[in-house]
């Protein structure tokens, strides 16, 4: 991509209104654009971010089996009537009256649509265990949304849903999802930890939320640094102690992703039932495991960064190089070069001083600063530097792929 022809437009200051760090450097770095309270739209580089942890997500839950759905986001009201949370859940959830039709419910979670979504396929304990996925919107009336991208209220959510004949096939998944979440958050680049956890609003019994540690954060987590278990202040231990008898810790955390084993709550309230080996009718053992997408971008771009702007892991960046040329001849060949071997490249070819170039070099976080100067293209050799690193090393422009690599 050439800057000249992008839609990026960076900020030196912080927007008005900005009162956190991943909303000030996501809105300087033109990543995102604030529409309302709560309410953010992707610019060209925040979107390629996000979908990049979207292809993260969507590589790990396709290969513990998860099967994609896309399901929509306005909901009549009956669902939520039958599953009882129309009453239960307070001004969160957004409730639409037309004129004309019954009212609709705007979804902030797809139980009462994937409960009676899955009678289509189950009848006996052979139709289970099965599980559905989608990565889709939320809405959720936040009174106060604040932290940047952490509490909005339009946002995008990964979901999935599964469905079990018994305990043993739910706890199975359960445990595939706590090892694909750990792999996702590996991937993505943040040091996430698992902490057990109350089911709030879901229901259910057994459920596990993954933190990262933050002052910024809303959550209160309980640390034990002898065993490395963690658990949630709402569920704290008694005494403050861990499990082991070790005392614990506390620190704040940002919740990206909660998993709960609902059990039976949702399949009796929508009568989703199996027929055992026995003959027996049962309800179906449900569990439901999320990541809120649009927080995770928020939680690296609030966790990873300097004084000179964000420091995006290599895996979500939005471009892998971010190449400008001081020289004046040679930028396009190997912008060009680049390209052709597959990298992702932002090419600053803007008529700006080499000040701003290297400043938005580093606003932006794109993870290889690439420079072309007369001395070094001389010598067929451009200067490479990692951001957040400060050394810079001299490579050969035939040996960038390797070095890149390294
Ligand atoms: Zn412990």
Not at 137 to 147: D, H, L, N, S, T
Not at 199 to 211: A, C, P, W
Not at 328 to 347: M, P, R
Request: net charge negative; charged share 30%.
């Amino acid at each position: 991509m050439k800057y000249s022809q992008s839609f990026i437009k960076t900020k030196k200051e912080t927007p008005r209104g900005a009162n956190s760090i991943n909303q000030a450097l996501l809105e300087r770095g033109s990543f995102i654009y604030q529409v309302g309270s709560g309410i953010f739209a992707y610019l060209p580089l925040g979107y390629k971010v996000y979908e990049n942890i979207c292809r993260i997500v969507r590589e790990e839950l396709g290969a513990i089996g998860c099967q994609e759905v896309s399901l929509p986001v306005l909901h009549p009201s009956e669902l939520w009537k039958t599953s009882g949370r129309f009453e239960e859940i307070g001004d969160e959830l957004l409730k639409v009256n037309t004129s004309r039709e019954a009212e609709f419910v705007l979804a902030m979670t797809h139980e009462e649509v994937m409960t009676p979504m899955a009678k289509e396929k189950v009848s006996s304990f052979q139709d289970l265990p099965f599980t559905l996925n989608q990565i889709s919107k939320k809405i959720r009336y936040e009174a106060r949304p604040r932290g940047g991208m952490i509490r909005l209220r339009d946002f995008n959510m990964q979901d999935a849903y599964s469905f079990h004949a018994n305990d043993e096939q739910l706890d199975k998944t359960f445990d595939d999802f706590i090892d694909a979440y750990k792999k996702i958050f590996e991937r993505v680049g943040i040091k996430a930890i698992m902490v057990e956890a109350d089911s709030g609003m879901m229901g259910g019994k057994d459920s596990r939320e993954f933190m990262v540690i933050t002052p910024v954060g809303e959550d209160r987590i309980l640390l034990c640094d002898k065993c490395g278990k963690a658990f949630n202040a709402e569920v704290k231990p008694e005494n403050n102690k861990c499990t082991c008898g070790n005392d614990l810790k506390e620190e704040k955390g940002i919740e990206l992703a909660h998993i709960f084993k609902l059990r039976t709550k949702y399949s009796e309230k929508f009568g989703l039932n199996f027929t055992d080996e026995k003959g027996e009718s049962k309800p179906v053992i449900m569990g439901c495991y999320g990541i809120g997408l649009d927080r995770l971008v928020g939680a690296v771009a609030e966790t990873s960064n300097d004084e000179y702007g964000l420091i995006w892991p290599e895996n979500i960046a939005p471009a892998k190089v971010y190449l400008i040329d001081l020289e004046g001849s040679k930028g396009e060949e190997i912008y060009n070069q680049l390209t052709d071997l597959g990298i992702d490249v932002i090419f600053d070819d803007r008529e700006v001083s080499a000040g701003i170039k290297f400043s938005d070099a580093d606003l932006l976080g794109i993870p290889y600063r690439v420079v072309i100067s007369k001395k070094t293209i001389a010598e067929g050799k451009v200067e490479l530097k990692k951001r957040g690193e400060k050394e810079t090393i001299l490579t050969d422009v035939d040996n960038i792929l390797s070095d890149l690599r390294k």
